[in-house]
């Protein structure tokens, strides 16, 4: 394994690995949580259930971190072109941050009252 992705895999895991705590501090709070930096939190009396939001939110940044890795793991050990690598590794920031922008809005369909 060449140094570079070795520092890309150490670089990947460490974001990945961020986004699942992320994910499961979500899922173990109490409180209601905020899906966007910034955002204040919905209050719990707005909810149907602040349980569920925290779940449901905790799942997508921990469904992302996941992504992330597979992707920069395949990456690291597909043996095709660069072009195709830088491909893959921007395919797996970007649609997946999509689909949680996605499902954020879906939740809060679901969860609001």
């Not at 949580?33 to 569920?52: D, I, K, M």
């Not at 043996?79 to 195709?84: A, E, G, K, W």
């Not at 797996?92 to 009252?113: C, E, K, N, Q, W």
């Amino acid at each position: 394994m060449d140094p570079s992705t070795a520092l890309m895999l150490t670089v990947g895991g460490i974001v990945s690995a961020v986004f699942i705590i992320m994910g499961i501090r979500q899922i173990l709070s109490k409180t209601p949580v905020a899906f966007y930096t910034g955002e204040e939190p919905p209050l719990e009396s707005h909810l149907r259930s602040v349980r569920g939001w925290n779940t449901c939110h905790g799942l997508l940044w921990i469904w992302y971190g996941l992504v992330m890795i597979s992707c920069f793991l395949a990456a690291a050990f597909l043996t095709i072109d660069s072009l195709y690598k830088s491909l893959i590794l921007f395919a797996a920031v970007i649609i997946p941050l999509f689909m949680m922008v996605i499902g954020h809005h879906l939740l809060i369909r679901i969860y609001l009252d």
